[in-house]
Each structure stands twice: as structure tokens, then as C-alpha cells.
């Protein structure tokens, strides 16, 4: 076993879940989900205590999350777009491959996980199934259910919390019982993680091996056309490839350059780099777990203790780790942290349906070149930088369009690659400023913001090739150019490209005067508004803007 200085984090970590018995000698499972990783996983580390037994590497191929849905609007299940389940199969392959390094594989099974699991248990006469916490809804409901099953026939489970550096459930006891709301309160309470100092097992000499998998159908990991997809599905797929070596390989190439990450100050990034991020894009190795969280936090340590300066949260590296920490704390910690209604730490807001708008929006066709081309790096990579997303969040919600984060959460959740409920949701909330954040008055503009970063327009040309040859004065505002020069560009706006859906500075007063009218119902009702109130609200705002705008109307004589 090779292990990095100072292992796995204390026992504390494990507290949740902790071993009911020491079943040595016996069968053992580890059940992968998120954590598709060979280095630092507790999970592993313990089945692979199986001495004198086999270990059964198990990952269930869930047809709620995997299968094919023609009616969805974009390539992919329904739940998940294409590019991301073509990412998970590259990160189980590079699984299976340094399993096999190390004398095992992993075991692809089918069907819904709970009863799969079951089966296996039985079969197999597995004595400890160990797998990673995972603080999603999905999987506390899924894993209250199995974890039931293997204590009534007396399997022992092991399921360390690994997936964050701290556990969120120690936050929220450390905090009187609730979820700190600020990011501030949040790291007082925090402190250090007790994996800081801690060794981490980084790789195994090898592992027991896989016993008989008996009438249990298993198979290698399957190809993207093997579930039904196609490789033209996508005309431009994500350049990010997925895997524990890819995550593995990104984060050396990072932290190499010590003064980039010893100067590394996020609201400073430029969201149009193309070629070079502004950022590590490390997030959806995160969360698939390719990459541990913990190891990833060591190796910024020791770039700090190297260099003499080197910024701090919440802008440095370490802080943005420490931000996905915040937002696991707090999803954890809060009811319907996924909803507008019945979320207690979330604003009720009239926002209004408008399914063409969304669409729209999500096609990247609102005629803001700058949203546009960001939706466009959203459907091919999965992927954008952070104030990118702040961007099309904001235009989509309190900005421009006044429709609800929810319906855009719900586009994120599909297309990213690094889509994670807690995050996700999270800042949703904050960009529509339902929640975190309260400045409705701060509105990104969909012009100026990204021509700050990139005046010439390189990144919406690149994205958005029918406007390439647009003048660079014209780029971030299309419809202001005369005919002419619309015709010399080969791009007519209203033909080629879109009209603005909205002009962006009416939009906006529109909206701070939306937000202005909810916050005050908010205060006024102390968060106890109802159905009706909403509704009264959004008919009154809705008369409100037909007679502010008929008031804007030139008056004919
Ligand atoms: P880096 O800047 O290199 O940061 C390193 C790591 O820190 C990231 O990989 C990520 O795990 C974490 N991190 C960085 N910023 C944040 C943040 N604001 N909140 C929480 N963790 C953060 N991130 C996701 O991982 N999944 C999502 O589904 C997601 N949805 C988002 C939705 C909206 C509307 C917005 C505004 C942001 C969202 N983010 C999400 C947060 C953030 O944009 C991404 O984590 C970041 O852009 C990923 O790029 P990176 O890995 O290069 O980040």
C-alpha cells in the first residue's frame, strides 16, 4: 500500500456510519457510485480488508439515471444529457482498468440499484458491504433501504463519509442543530478538516480477488452505443475526458504552477478562456469523485506552505473547495433545498411561466451573443466557467426574463458535466438571489459583462460561428449594426441570428421593480406566504408592467 504523508481522515469522519461488527476473513462488496476512484477511498481501503475472502467491486447501471429518452430535448436519458453519461463510462473504464492493475475489475450490473444490491448480498454471501455516505436525497432514501436490508441479515456496513472534506452532519450539531447560511459562519464553525494532516492511501499493492459472481449477470463497462446512444448524437461532445488518471493528470498540471495557484483569485478570471480555463475545471471529477476532495486539499496546502503569499478564501483555490463544503452543509442541513416552496432559507418569488422564453434561452436564441454562446458551451461542453454561469442565471431569472430558477436549475442539472444537486441548487439560489445573496439591485449586463474579458469577441464566434464575421464594435450587439454591415457579415439579425428577446435595460428595471415588490411582501409576511399571496402578487405585477409599458408608448397627438 502506498500512502501519501499523514492516511484517510480520522475516525470522526466515519462517525455517521460506523463498523457494527469485525467481519474479517469473509466476503466483501464495495458498492462505487459517486467516488470512482482508486486513491483515497475509505470505502475501498475497508472492503479490501477482506483477508481470506473475495471483494466484489460492484457499480449498478440505474435505468432512472441511464436510460435513453427520446422525448427530452437534448441527446441523453431523462435525467442526464449525453455528454455526462458519456463522461461516467469514461470514469468507470479508467475504474475497471487500475482495479485490474491491481487484480480485480469492476462488476457492471443492471436495474434498479436497491434490488441489484440485494441480490448480490445474497448471493455472493457478502459479510461487508461498504460503501461511500452520499448526502443526496436520492441516495438517503436508496441507502436507508439497503442499509435495513444487510443489518436484518447481519451484513456489516461501512459507509465513511469521503465525498467532502468535512462531515456535514458534525457542521450542523456543531452549529445548534442547523446549517450555517453564510459562508463566513460556515468556516468559523468549520475550522481545519481532520483530514489536514492526515495520511492518505493513495494506491494498494494489490487486491483480494473477485470471487464467483455465480447466476449474477455481470458485465465489462459498457460502451455509450451499448445503452443505446450514438456517437453522432452530439455533433460536438465535451473535451474533457472522464477518469481518475484524467483528474489525476489535471490537478498535477495545476498545482505545478504554485504562483498561479498562490495567486489565484476567482472573481479575477476571465470567463471567456478557451483554450487555457481560467479555473482548474476539475469540478466534475469532483463529482463523480475521481479525484478525492481531501487529496486535492492537501496538494493546496503544501503549495501554500511553499509559497510566502498567497490569497484566501473565499477567493483562493482552497475557498472555492471550501464553497462546495458550504453549499453540501447547507443542502444537507435544509428541507426542500431543491424547491422554491417549502425551502424555509428560500425567498417566494412570483416568477412567471413562459415556456418560450425558456426555451429560448436554453437554445441560446435570446439574441444576446454573449448568453447565447455561453448556453451553446453549456449544450457541446457541459462545462463553463463560473461567471459565465452567474451570467445566464441571471439573465434567465432577476435580470432579464423573470422565470424561475427552478426551470433553469432544471436545464443545469441536465446538461452539465459537473451537475451536483447540493451546488447546483445552491447557487440557483443565490444568482436569483432567492437566497445567500440579496443585492437584486447588482444586474450582469448580457452586453458589457463578457466584452470586459473579451472586447474582440473570440469566444462568441467560437461558439456561435454565424456571427464570425460581425464586426468586433457589433459582437455583443448584433441588431445595432446597419443592414449593410449585417449583409457584409452574412449575418442578418431577425434571419440568421435572433432579435433580442427583451431589451435588456427595461427588462431589468422591470425586474429590480418585480424583486423590490416580492422582498417586501417576503418581510411583510415574515416568509409565511401562501399560494394566493403569490398569485395576487404576480396578477398585480403582471398589471403593473402592461400599464407601465402602454405609460412608455409615444403619445400620438
Ligand atoms: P475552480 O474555480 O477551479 O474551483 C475548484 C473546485 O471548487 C470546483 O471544481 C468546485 O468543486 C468547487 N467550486 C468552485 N466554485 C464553487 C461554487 N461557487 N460553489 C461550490 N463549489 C465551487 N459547480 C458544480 O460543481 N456543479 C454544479 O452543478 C454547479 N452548478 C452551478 C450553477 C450556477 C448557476 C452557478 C453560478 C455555479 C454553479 N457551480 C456548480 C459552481 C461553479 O461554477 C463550478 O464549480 C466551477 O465553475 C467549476 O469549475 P472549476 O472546477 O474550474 O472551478
Redesign the pocket.
Known amino acids: 500500500m502506498r500512502r501519501l504523508p499523514s492516511s484517510v481522515c480520522s475516525p470522526s469522519s466515519h462517525r455517521l456510519n460506523p463498523v457494527t461488527s469485525m467481519a474479517t476473513g469473509s466476503n466483501s462488496l464495495i458498492w462505487f457510485r459517486k467516488g470512482l476512484r482508486v486513491h483515497d477511498n475509505p470505502a475501498l481501503e475497508h472492503a479490501s480488508k477482506a483477508s481470506s475472502g473475495s471483494m466484489y467491486p460492484v457499480f449498478v447501471i440505474d435505468p432512472r439515471y441511464m436510460e435513453p429518452d427520446p422525448s427530452a430535448f437534448s441527446p441523453g436519458s431523462s435525467r442526464a444529457g449525453v455528454n455526462r453519461i458519456r463522461f461516467l463510462l469514461e470514469s468507470l473504464k479508467d475504474l475497471d482498468s487500475g482495479l485490474k492493475k491491481l487484480g480485480s475489475r469492476l462488476l457492471v450490473l443492471r436495474g434498479e440499484p436497491g434490488e441489484v444490491l440485494v441480490r448480490c448480498l445474497r448471493e455472493w454471501k457478502v459479510k461487508r458491504l461498504c460503501f461511500e455516505y452520499d448526502t443526496d436525497p436520492y441516495y438517503q432514501a436508496l441507502d436507508f433501504k439497503v442499509k435495513e436490508y444487510a443489518s436484518s441479515v447481519g451484513v456489516e456496513v461501512f459507509s465513511p463519509v469521503s465525498h467532502t472534506l468535512f462531515n456535514p452532519t458534525d457542521i450542523i450539531q456543531k452549529n445548534g442543530g442547523k446549517a450555517p447560511l453564510s459562508y463566513q459562519s460556515f468556516l468559523k464553525i468549520a475550522g481545519e478538516p481532520s483530514c489536514a494532516e492526515s495520511e492518505l492511501l493513495m494506491s494498494y499493492s494489490s487486491l483480494p480477488p473477485i470471487g464467483d459472481v455465480g447466476s449474477i449477470g455481470v458485465s465489462e463497462v459498457p460502451k455509450l452505443e451499448e445503452l443505446g446512444y450514438r456517437e453522432d448524437e452530439q455533433d460536438e461532445w465535451t473535451p474533457f475526458r472522464g477518469g481518475e488518471s484524467e483528474a489525476l493528470e489535471r490537478l498535477t498540471k495545476s498545482i505545478s504552477d504554485k504562483a498561479w495557484v498562490a495567486n489565484f483569485e476567482?472573481p479575477k478570471g476571465d470567463p471567456s478562456a478557451l483554450l487555457k480555463?481560467a479555473?482548474?475545471?476539475?469540478?466534475p471529477y469532483?463529482?463523480f469523485g475521481c479525484l478525492s476532495s481531501r487529496y486535492f486539499y492537501q496538494c493546496l496546502q503544501r503549495v501554500y506552505k511553499d509559497m510566502k503569499k498567497h490569497t484566501s478564501p473565499p477567493v483562493s483555490?482552497l475557498g472555492?473547495?471550501l464553497?462546495?463544503e458550504?453549499?453540501y452543509t447547507t443542502a444537507f442541513g435544509t428541507r426542500n433545498f431543491d424547491k422554491m416552496k417549502g425551502n424555509p432559507i428560500c425567498k417566494q418569488i412570483p416568477w412567471k411561466e413562459d415556456h418560450d422564453m425558456l426555451a429560448a434561452w436554453r437554445d441560446g436564441k435570446t439574441g444576446y451573443p454573449w448568453i447565447d454562446a455561453i448556453m451553446v458551451q453549456l449544450l457541446k461542453w457541459g462545462?463553463?466557467?463560473?461567471l459565465a454561469?452567474?451570467s445566464v442565471?441571471c439573465f434567465l431569472t432577476r435580470g432579464d426574463l423573470f422565470i424561475h430558477w427552478e426551470q433553469g436549475r432544471d436545464v443545469?442539472?441536465r446538461l452539465?458535466i459537473?451537475?451536483?444537486w447540493a451546488?447546483?441548487n445552491?447557487?440557483?439560489m443565490?444568482?436569483s438571489c432567492s437566497s445567500f445573496f440579496y443585492q437584486y439591485n447588482r444586474i450582469y449586463s448580457p452586453v458589457s459583462f463578457g466584452k470586459k474579458y473579451d472586447p474582440e469577441g473570440k469566444y462568441i464566434r467560437h461558439f456561435l460561428p454565424v456571427l464570425k464575421d460581425m464586426p468586433k464594435q457589433y459582437i455583443y450587439e448584433p441588431w445595432t449594426a446597419p443592414l449593410s454591415v449585417q449583409t457584409k457579415a452574412k449575418c442578418i439579425v431577425g434571419k440568421d441570428y435572433p432579435k433580442p428577446m427583451v431589451m435588456h435595460d427595461a427588462a431589468s428595471k422591470e425586474c429590480k421593480r418585480k424583486m423590490g415588490e416580492a422582498y417586501a411582501l417576503n418581510k411583510k409576511m415574515n416568509g409565511n406566504i401562501g399560494d394566493d399571496d403569490l398569485k395576487d402578487l404576480r396578477r398585480k405585477l403582471e398589471t403593473d408592467e402592461e400599464s407601465n409599458i402602454r405609460n412608455q408608448r409615444p403619445k400620438l397627438n
Do not use: Y
Open positions: 476567482k480555463p479555473t482548474t475545471v476539475l469540478s469532483l463529482k483555490l472555492q473547495l464553497w462546495r458550504f453549499f462545462w463553463m466557467h463560473h454561469r452567474h442565471a443545469f442539472e452539465l459537473d451537475s451536483d451546488i447546483n445552491g447557487n440557483w443565490w444568482l
